[in-house]
């Protein structure tokens, strides 16, 4: 069993930066993928970013390519997302998850983990 717990969510204006941060423990996630999702008020949940196992292969939304940045330090059992030139609509909450696939994946279904999210808002 693995947990994920995420962290550095909070309020920010637009155009400025946030890292996230998940933190798994229970199990090494050294040899899983990892995802990050994101969920608005009213609206589904919806992929972000994906990252493999050895960091090598990413994948992002189209609405954050070129602004967000998955990484992953598995030494450390732990997964970032770095976000530049944040907009009001990337307002949401933000979910870690853990596929137990070793490749990066965009398909929510594929992942098996997920964390409690943590509140990312931003003003305009």
């Known amino acids: 069993q693995v947990q994920l717990v995420e962290s550095g969510g909070r309020l920010v204006q637009a155009g400025g930066s946030l890292r996230l941060s998940c933190a798994a423990s229970?199990?090494?996630?050294?040899?899983?993928?990892m995802g990050w999702f994101r969920q608005a008020s009213g609206k589904e949940r919806e992929f972000v970013a994906a990252i493999s196992w050895r960091g090598a292969t990413t994948y992002y939304a189209g609405s954050v390519q070129g602004r967000f940045t998955v990484s992953r330090d598995n030494a450390k059992n732990t997964v970032y997302l770095q976000m530049d030139n944040l907009k009001p609509e990337d307002t949401a909450v933000y979910f870690c998850?853990?596929?137990?696939?070793?490749?990066?994946?965009?398909?929510?279904?594929?992942?098996?983990?997920w964390g409690q999210g943590t509140q990312v808002t931003v003003s305009s």
């Open positions: 998850a853990a596929t137990l696939l070793t490749r990066a994946t965009m398909i929510l279904r594929d992942y098996t983990y």
């Open positions: 229970g199990r090494t996630i050294s040899m899983y993928g």
